[in-house]
């Protein structure tokens, strides 16, 4: 910590003022010593004995007189008070420093650290003190984070409800001005009107359970579910749409049960996704497949793989971001939201699995592990703790 040079000029004022009181003190005791000694004879007696008796070498050399003892004594008792008052009034200034800084910080500077060390336990505090801006600095920024991903998700979604009204209301615009020339272009329009809306709809539907599953809090209906079973119930009512697209779906399970504890509604949503996802895009391929594994008798795999167009490496980072759509897919009349994989994302999340993709020339496949036991969480590997590739 650096002086000022009032505050060095008061700690050389405090050191003279303190010298002059001590020199003052010194020689009024020095008086009433040799006052005391003069009027009592027994003192200076005994006072002589003692000097005579502490002598040195053959030559009877003697070490002191009293009056040197005296003023060595009261040099070194001078030294230590001077020393300790100057010390004393150093560790004021500093606290005043201190206590500047955090007016400073109180007076609405949260991420303001205090720039200087101190020396002995306020050191202390002071790093007390920037432990604790520290922390306020890592709240604002994670709170101005969430305000910023709340501001884009408005965006998005005031983006992505307009364009879909906009057409509902030109149509509508047409209907209501009587501006169609045959009954054909009536159903037509209110045909277009009928799917934005639809659209519209569907949006708000996934929007609703993001946002729900979103919370780490949101509650499960945890049962004890046979995996398995639920992804061949689940191939099985896919097959239908499958065959419309030309495409077969099958399951294929190491093993005929494989028990875990989850919430049936929300799992199946997840894959529910993965597989309409695979019909959506897997434009020119011919096999989906639900495949399940027990890694360990704690950890169960399932695989969701189909043989469509690869999605391109720069995508599959954020592929799980909300509102993300592989550009491809933007110009297409999918009809997607960019919403199934984050509300899959977090799904998984809340049943403390982790998923990720992995995409070819050959196959794209989006690999789910979950915990047996909802209370034992997976650890996310490492390899994957890369944005957007792993919840
Ligand atoms: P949506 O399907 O509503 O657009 P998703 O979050 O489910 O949103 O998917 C995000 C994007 O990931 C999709 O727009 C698509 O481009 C890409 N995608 C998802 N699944 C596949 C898949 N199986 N094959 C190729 N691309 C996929």
């Known amino acids: 910590m650096k002086l000022t040079t009032r505050e060095k000029s008061a700690l050389f004022m405090e050191g003279v003022v303190t010298v002059i009181l001590l020199l003052m003190l010194n020689l009024a005791l020095l008086v009433l010593i040799v006052q005391a000694i003069e009027s009592n004879p027994g003192l200076r007696d005994g006072i002589f004995i003692i000097k005579r008796s502490v002598v040195l070498g053959p030559n009877h050399f003697q070490l002191w007189s009293w009056e040197n003892l005296f003023i060595g004594l009261m040099l070194v008792a001078d030294t230590w008070v001077v020393w300790w008052r100057l010390i004393r009034r150093y560790r004021q200034m500093q606290l005043w420093h201190i206590i500047d800084e955090l007016h400073y910080i109180a007076s609405g500077h949260f991420d303001h650290r205090i720039p200087f060390r101190v020396s002995g336990d306020v050191q202390r505090v002071v790093d007390s003190v920037n432990a604790l801006v520290d922390s306020v600095i890592n ?22 409800i307009r364009t ?5 209301i030109g149509y509508l615009g047409l209907i209501e001005d009587k501006q169609y020339h045959s009954e054909d272009d009536l159903l037509k329009y209110t045909h277009t009107a009928f799917l934005k809306s639809k659209q519209m709809k569907s949006l708000v539907d996934d929007l609703f359970e993001y946002t729900k599953v979103r919370q780490t809090d949101t509650p499960l209906s945890l049962t004890n579910i046979n995996l398995a079973a639920m992804l061949e119930q689940l191939g099985a009512s896919f097959e239908l749409e499958a065959q419309k697209k030309g495409m077969t779906i099958g399951a294929e399970n190491s093993s005929e049960t494989m028990m875990m504890e989850a919430d049936p509604e929300k799992l199946v949503r997840v894959f529910n996704n993965l597989v309409a996802n695979a019909l959506k895009y897997g434009d020119g391929g011919k096999h989906i497949n639900l495949v399940a594994n027990q890694i360990s008798s704690t950890e169960l795999e399932v695989r969701v793989t189909n043989d469509g167009p690869k999605i391109p490496k720069e995508s599959l980072n954020m592929i799980f971001e909300r509102f993300y759509r592989v550009e491809e897919s933007r110009s297409k009349e999918t009809g997607g939201t960019g919403l199934g994989l984050a509300i899959a994302q977090s799904i998984v999340a809340l049943h403390g699995g982790y998923i990720y993709v992995e995409s070819d020339d050959a196959l794209t496949s989006f690999v789910i592990h979950l915990p047996v036991k909802h209370d034992q969480p997976l650890a996310i590997p490492q390899r994957l703790k890369t944005p957007g590739t792993v919840s």
Do not use: G, Q, Y
Not at 164 to 168: A, D, F, K, N, Q
């Open 139 to 160: 709240s604002m920024n994670e709170e101005r984070a969430i305000e910023k991903s709340k501001d884009e998700l408005i965006t998005n979604v005031s983006h992505d």
């Open 164 to 168: 879909p009204l906009t057409s509902i």
